[in-house]
Nanobody
Framework: QVQLVESGGGSVQAGESLSLSCVVF????????IGWFRQAPGKEREGVAS????????LYADSVKGRFTISHDNAKNTVYLQMNSLKPEDAATYYC???????????????????WGQGTQVTVSS
């Protein structure tokens, strides 16, 4: 059974950094699209970054470009999200999700992912 487990969330001040991890269990990463999503209270879940583990190709939402970096380590079956220069509006529960194959134009569509983690909370105070 495939499971995704996020970690690394916490509470920081605006301008600080956090690094999130998503470990995949029950499956070996080779050629998948792993996406990081976030959901703030009362808002829709939105995609912030994705990576194709077969080649390292990345995609980002405009709101995080230049501040967030997604990366992967297939040997550790882990995908990371480095978040720098955090803003109060980045506060949310962050989820990772996995789908087979390339990250396509619809990478921000929740429905295309096969597996989801339980989330890790990020709080950013001003």
């Amino acid at each position: 059974q495939v499971q995704l487990v996020e970690s690394g969330g916490g509470s920081v001040q605006a301008g600080e950094s956090l690094s999130l991890s998503c470990v995949v269990f029950g499956y070996t990463l080779t050629n998948e699209c792993i996406g990081w999503f976030r959901q703030a209270p009362g808002k829709e879940r939105e995609g912030v970054a994705s990576i194709y583990t077969g080649a390292g190709w990345t995609l980002y939402a405009d709101s995080v470009k230049g501040r967030f970096t997604i990366s992967h380590d297939n040997a550790k079956n882990t995908v990371y999200l480095q978040m720098n220069s955090l803003k109060p509006e980045d506060a949310a529960t962050y989820y990772c999700a996995a789908r087979y194959g390339y990250c396509r134009r619809d990478w921000r569509n929740r429905a295309v992912y096969n597996y989801w983690g339980q989330g890790t909370q990020v709080t950013v105070s001003s």
